[in-house]
């Protein structure tokens, strides 16, 4: 047996055993792909899949791709998911290029795409949905073709042992679109690219995790969206409107009227009550909501006249919960709040903030916890400086179910 032959055996090998190992369907597709990526050199890979009970459209399930694709679709017959779907059939571009298929290079606008394959996967003639899987720099192999049609019959392997696909995610509008943000500090000439392109949309309403190692550029990019910092290139956009080219004083307009910030290290003025501290922040907005009020909604009544010092460390992280809510934001961003904290009390934390969430407040939190993700809606992997996966929680956890 040829190198080649035992590579492909050995990926195959290593996909069932994922899929085996799984003990739901998300961890089936995402142990599958993971092993697809590694083994064939792709790019990016998406699970497309309709809604049996809603439209006429294939949903992204889960994808690894530098661009954040909630929102994209496949009309059923239309686009290469389409109608690979439609016609049960494998369509194999291993030489692709821009106007080959409209919808797709519509779909994944700013990504280049060299090779693409694209599989059905089902039970029987029954089509469910579709794995695509791209590189963007030279052609997939027939035996990587070979090893990805496999991944299909994994998936729908997974599947039938798991019942059907859930409903797709359901979004609300876009509060905040960011494209292709790069951020670079240079000291001399040496210069050091911590952002390299990421692209992501902030809904209304949701619980967005930002997750990655340290030094990934989580915080940076926080503070870019927030308005604390400026990109070195790409966009954002805040309810429709550019803040790409916004003037410092346009900035602090931004985060004033619509952010509120959660910071690791609390940042709660030593010399000022609790109390003291929500009304200096209640002074710079028009219509704050009362400081009783929001030391209430973090079970803080009794505390309005103690000082930081007075409180332990997870009472002070829920005055500066407090602190944030007294603007009435449309966002809030969350940077690592619970890293300072112990185990119980970071679930007392994450309780008063999914609390606040459940009011209809928009939550982005930058973290290093893969627990703490499991009770986000969506969670955004970054890598190395980009978008590198976006997933969808589909049985969110509460807080008290967390364990680390």
Request: charged content about 25%; aromatic content about 8%.
């Amino acid at each position: 047996m040829d190198l080649m032959a035992l590579k492909y055996y050995k990926t195959i090998g290593q996909i069932q055993s994922k899929v085996n190992q799984s003990k739901t369907l998300d961890e089936a597709i995402q142990g599958g792909l993971g092993v697809i990526l590694d083994e064939t050199g792709a790019d990016a890979a998406v699970v497309w899949y309709r809604d049996e009970n809603g439209d006429d459209m294939l949903h992204p399930y889960y994808w690894v791709c530098p661009l954040d694709i909630t929102t994209k679709t496949y009309k059923v017959g239309e686009g290469v998911v389409g109608r690979v779907y439609k016609s049960h059939e494998v369509e194999r571009m291993y030489n692709y290029s821009l106007g080959d298929d409209k919808q797709t290079d519509e779909n994944f606008r700013g990504m280049t795409i060299t090779s693409l394959i694209c599989a059905p996967f089902g039970d029987g003639d029954n089509t469910d949905g579709c794995v695509q899987l791209f590189k963007n720099e030279g052609a997939f192999t027939e035996e990587e073709a070979d090893v990805c049609d496999i991944m299909t019959l994994m998936v729908a392997m997974a599947i039938r042992e798991n019942k059907q696909i859930e409903i797709p995610y359901r979004y609300h509008n876009a509060l905040i679109s960011a494209n292709g943000i790069t951020k670079e500090y240079s000291n001399g000439e040496i210069i050091t690219r911590v952002l390299k392109g990421v692209n992501l949309d902030i809904y209304e309403g949701e619980f967005l995790a930002v997750l990655g190692e340290s030094g990934c550029g989580k915080s940076t990019l926080l503070n870019i969206i927030g308005g604390l910092d400026t990109a070195t290139s790409g966009s954002f956009s805040f309810m429709g409107k550019d803040m790409t080219g916004a003037s410092q004083a346009e900035l602090t307009k931004f985060r004033r009227d619509n952010i509120g910030f959660i910071f690791q290290g609390y940042n709660l003025m030593n010399n000022l009550t609790a109390k003291q501290n929500l009304d200096l922040i209640g002074e710079l907005v028009e219509n704050p909501m009362s400081s009783e009020e929001a030391l209430g909604m973090v079970k803080l009544e009794d505390k309005l006249s103690n000082y930081p010092s007075q409180l332990s460390g997870g009472q002070q992280q829920r005055v500066s919960i407090a602190r944030a809510l007294v603007k009435k934001p449309k966002l809030i961003f969350a940077d690592e709040p619970t890293a300072a904290l112990d185990y119980a009390t970071s679930i007392e934390v994450l309780s008063v903030l999914e609390n606040v969430i459940a009011e209809g407040t928009t939550l982005v939190m930058v973290t290093h916890n893969e627990e703490i993700t499991r009770m986000a809606d969506r969670v955004v992997r970054i890598r190395d400086g980009k978008t590198y996966e976006v997933s969808v929680n589909r049985r969110r956890a509460k807080a008290t179910d967390l364990v680390w």
